[in-house]
Nanobody, 115 residues
């Protein structure tokens, strides 16, 4: 059974940084398309950033220039480096994987940006 395990969330002040990690128990991780979504209270889950198996990245307009997604296929891990964090970035962040026509979600990690 595929599992996605996120870590790295927490409380940070505005302007601060965090790095989220998601380790996936996917046999052929290098062939999976990976992404991070977030969901703020009372709002729909939204795409934050994605990275294809070929390394092509895509970002939501709200995080361009501040967030970076990358992957380490040897470690079966995808990262989300978040800089210049704003209070509006506060949300639960979910890891997403698409592999062999099936998709998977992690359990989520809370990111709170507050002074």
């Amino acid at each position: 059974q595929v599992q996605l395990v996120e870590s790295g969330g927490g409380l940070v002040q505005p302007g601060g940084s965090l790095r989220l990690s998601c380790t996936a128990s996917i046999t052929f991780f290098s062939f999976a398309n990976m992404a991070w979504y977030h969901q703020a209270p009372g709002k729909q889950r939204e795409l934050v950033a994605s990275i294809t198996r070929g390394g092509i990245t895509n970002y939501a307009d709200s995080v361009k220039g501040r967030f970076t997604i990358d992957r380490d296929n040897a470690k079966k891990t995808v990262y989300l480096k978040m800089n210049s964090l704003k209070p509006e970035d506060t949300a639960v962040y979910y890891c997403y994987a698409q592999s062999s026509g099936t998709y998977y979600w992690g359990q989520g990690t809370q990111v709170t940006v507050s002074s």
